[in-house]
């Protein structure tokens, strides 16, 4: 994923986006924001909640990763089984 993330989208973070994410510490993460802060060409600041096998928000992260090691998963507002219990509100940061 070369285009910049968006609120809502559902995004896998493994090593591609950046090496502490490599392997077994690959997450799914639901983005809340997207920082405007500068930083190195390609790279984006990240906040957002981890989501669990069971479509669970199971904690907020802020992280930072390239973005052309991001890989999308699904429609931006997926809902179906896996992630009907995924409820992100503005509110709730």
Known sequence: MTARPSPGDLLVIDGGASVQFAGDRAL??????VCDWPT?????WLTGY???RRGNA???REIFV???GLT???SPHQTGPRLAR???DQAAL
């Not at 799914?28 to 924001?33: D, E, I, K």
């Not at 190195?40 to 984006?44: A, F, L, P, T």
């Open 28 to 33: 799914t993460l639901r983005v809340v924001s």
């Open 40 to 44: 190195y060409e390609g790279w984006v």
């Open 50 to 52: 981890v989501i669990n």
């Open 86 to 88: 995924v409820r992100l």
């Open 58 to 60: 199971i904690a907020k």
């Open 72 to 74: 999308a998963v699904g």
């Open 66 to 68: 390239q973005r052309a």
